[in-house]
């Protein structure tokens, strides 16, 4: 990661906060773990705390169910997940983004407009929508509405995009 990143190449450790337990593929279901809190903490999380201590420029969130950490929402879209273990626990300012939120573990769930929003409200940064421009759209609009009418609070905004614009600064080549 290092190697990459003095390179001038963004390393993103993936996927948060893991998927090393998962018997089911995030392309094709939600997989929902049962996971000890300590385990959780004392071993899936070992990378991830090496990763972030090299400064790792992005991170990853996985479109899992922990139970242990949220029991209602997936990691991309649980705050309890990316604001409260990610950013608050193991101390992360860096940018924070999705997997493809048209994976079915999302989208056999929730829209596109609410995966955003969620998304959004749980911190993340950089959402990522890679097939369909009409889910891609709905997003947008969704999370426009959801500032404008105060759902997502301003707050929110002007971190990611504080986060978005360092990671910008320090990894974005000027055009030759």
């Known amino acids: 990661m290092r190697g990459f990143q003095d390179a001038g190449i963004a390393a993103?450790?993936?996927?948060?906060?893991?998927?090393?337990?998962?018997d089911v593929d995030t392309h094709i279901a939600l997989p929902a773990l049962d996971t000890p809190l300590d385990h959780l903490l004392n071993v899936d999380l070992v990378p991830y705390r090496a990763a972030l201590a090299a400064g790792a420029a992005s991170v990853m969130i996985t479109h899992v169910l922990y139970r242990a950490l949220d029991a209602e929402y997936p990691s991309t879209?649980?705050?309890?997940?990316v604001r409260r273990l990610l950013r608050g626990e193991l101390g992360y300012d860096g940018v924070v983004t999705t997997d493809c939120l048209e994976m079915n573990a999302v989208t056999e769930h929730y829209g596109a407009a609410e995966t955003a929003?969620?998304?959004a409200l749980a911190g993340i940064d950089a959402l990522l929508f890679s097939h369909t421009r009409t889910r891609l759209e709905?997003?947008?609009?969704?999370?426009l509405e959801a500032v404008q009418s105060g759902r997502v609070p301003m707050q929110i905004v002007d971190e990611a995009n504080r986060r978005l614009a360092a990671f910008k600064a320090r990894y974005l080549l000027p055009r030759a």
Not at 12 to 22: E, I, M, Y
Not at 138 to 143: F, I, M, R
Request: charged content about 5%.
């Open 12 to 22: 993103s450790p993936k996927h948060f906060p893991g998927l090393g337990q998962t």
């Open 77 to 81: 879209l649980s705050p309890q997940v």
């Open 117 to 119: 929003v969620l998304a």
């Open 138 to 143: 709905a997003a947008y609009n969704a999370l």
